[in-house]
């Protein structure tokens, strides 16, 4: 079977043409290799490393102290397949926050210590909007770690996939808050736990159930870590979900800006649903004009369903095959932004979780992202990502400032 070359080149960023529309394709990790199909099929099929099924469960650390005990038992397994399951895949993290704005880290007196880890939070933020979700990733075997566990369970989140390393700090990141409420970021990961997840502690029970697999790229940086993230995929894919990718653009955590861009394409393709913000849009593909629909259309896959792009107060533009457009925000005094991407997200995905068809009917499409708008616009209301996330009802009762 032929591989599907590019035939344009943009500053080392491939576009190649498939179908009808013509999209963006980097270097693909060795992992993984895309087959052309037939003009009826899309453009690429992922290839990857069978995983074995037969992975043994993993069991919590027997702790007696600190958060030990209110974790000791974690969520039971679920016992039949939830039409609904959102499970997410990647980091949980502290991050701390200062409790004045405009400061440089040096300078802030304070910060406050709030959980987070883009993909944790969109695994709560839907279950705060009554959704059901799960979270697979790791922490370490310290009191950051089981507090974390117990932040999940307090959520009612599924946390049995969850896994505990005794030889890994679990992750810490400093947040600068500007005044305006934009973040710059400070990680302490030398290695962190969520960075040496391996592929035979992933729980594919979970996996295999999840109705849609949500994953950011951080976990794409270095090994272990990207192999296991790879077979959540595949298995995932395997099972029938539907896979959404936020990229999360930590350029600090990457080695380089290039192999930032390689890093977050390699998965492209493979993803139904992806959200992206304007600056992930400029960096992607090398500093063009990110409000322009043709550039992002460049973007769009033959098997994607769904492209967003959030643009923070101004709401967000949505590109689907058959129809595009924009959701209008709404204003709100912001006080810190973190998190508010990661709930906008699981402000669609608890949606589309329930009513698939929403990907096919603008007008349905439409108002679920008027209520991802006000997920976000909530959240940056408050300091941290899961203390903001919002309820549904306090969604429903802002969605009545739409014009």
């Known amino acids: 079977m032929a591989v599907y070359s590019s035939n344009l080149s943009f500053n080392g960023v491939h576009f190649c043409r498939g179908d009808s529309h013509s999209f963006l394709l980097n270097n693909f990790s060795a992992s993984a290799s895309f087959p052309a199909k037939n003009s009826t099929g899309s453009c690429f099929s992922s290839c990857f490393s069978l995983i074995s099924r037969e992975t043994p469960a993993f069991l919590l650390p027997q702790r007696t102290k600190g958060y030990a005990r209110a974790v000791a038992k974690v969520t039971d397994v679920l016992e039949s397949k939830d039409s609904s399951l959102v499970v997410s895949f990647g980091e949980l993290l502290i991050d701390f926050v200062p409790t004045i704005n405009g400061l440089s880290l040096a300078e802030a007196p304070a910060f406050k210590k709030a959980p987070g880890g883009a993909p944790a939070n969109v695994a709560v933020g839907i279950a705060r909007l009554g959704g059901s979700s799960a979270f697979i990733g790791k922490v370490g075997d310290d009191e950051f770690g089981y507090m974390l566990a117990d932040i999940l369970k307090q959520n009612k989140v599924n946390n049995k996939g969850l896994r505990f390393d005794p030889g890994a700090r679990t992750a810490l990141a400093f947040v600068t808050l500007r005044s305006d409420g934009e973040r710059e970021f400070m990680f302490y990961r030398n290695p962190s736990a969520d960075m040496l997840l391996e592929e035979s502690e992933l729980d594919l029970d979970i996996i295999t159930q999840a109705r849609i697999l949500h994953y950011g790229s951080i976990s794409l940086i270095s090994e272990p870590s990207k192999s296991a993230h790879i077979a959540a995929i595949k298995a995932a894919k395997n099972a029938g979900a539907l896979l959404s990718y936020d990229p999360n653009l930590r350029l600090p ?149 739409y014009d």
């Not at 492209?268 to 959200?275: G, L, V």
């Not at 792009?309 to 810190?336: H, Q």
Request: charged content about 25%.
């Open 253 to 401: 955590l990457w080695p380089s800006a290039e192999s930032a861009r390689e890093g977050i394409f390699s998965i492209w393709d493979t993803a139904d649903i992806i959200k992206t913000s304007e600056e992930e849009i400029a960096f992607l593909t090398d500093g063009q004009d990110p409000y322009d629909d043709s550039m992002v259309r460049k973007l769009f896959c033959p098997n994607h369903k769904l492209l967003l792009v959030t643009e923070g107060p101004n709401g967000c533009r949505y590109f689907t095959k058959e129809f595009s457009g924009r959701v209008n925000g709404l204003s709100v005094e912001a006080i810190d932004t973190t998190g508010a991407g990661d709930a906008f997200v699981a402000g669609i995905l608890s949606q589309l979780a329930t009513d698939i068809s929403i990907l096919k009917e603008e007008d349905k499409l439409r108002e679920a992202l008027k209520f991802a708008n006000a997920c976000g616009a909530i959240t940056v209301t408050e300091r941290g990502a899961i203390p903001a996330l919002p309820t549904r009802q306090a969604v429903l009762d802002k969605l009545t400032q």
